[in-house]
């Protein structure tokens, strides 16, 4: 069982950047996929990052390549999203996952463990 804990959303203008961390529990934190996806109000929760345990290999959204960086702390049992150039549409709330079976995979259905999620709110 992995339970997980999202914090460092905020509010911020166009242009910033904010940094989200994910804590994980449980004893095989390691050994899993991770990923961050994000759900604004009336929309699906879409796909934002993931990144292999052995953190070798990560995933984007198109919508985020080249501003938002994935990254983990295997020891610390951390995720974390850097997200820079923040833009009003990456308004939404954003949750980190866990994948048991170590595949990439960008589809939020194959993801067994959410947090509560973290608001972001980008201004214009």
């Known amino acids: 069982q992995v339970q997980l804990g999202e914090s460092g959303g905020g509010l911020v203008q166009a242009g910033g950047s904010l940094r989200l961390s994910c804590l994980a529990s449980?004893?095989?934190?390691?050994?899993?996929?991770m990923g961050w996806f994000r759900q604004a109000p009336g929309k699906e929760r879409e796909f934002v990052a993931m990144?292999?345990?052995?953190?070798?290999?990560?995933r984007y959204a198109d919508s985020v390549k080249g501003r938002f960086t994935i990254s983990r702390d295997n020891a610390k049992n951390m995720v974390y999203l850097q997200m820079n150039s923040l833009k009003p549409e990456d308004t939404s709330v954003y949750y980190c996952?866990?994948?048991?079976?170590?595949?990439?995979?960008?589809?939020?259905?194959?993801?067994?463990?959410w947090g509560l999620g973290t608001q972001v709110t980008v201004s214009s």
């Open positions: 996952a866990a994948d048991r079976t170590a595949r990439i995979n960008t589809n939020p259905a194959a993801y067994d463990y």
């Open positions: 449980g004893r095989i934190f390691s050994s899993y996929v």
């Open positions: 990144i292999h345990w052995s953190g070798g290999i990560t």
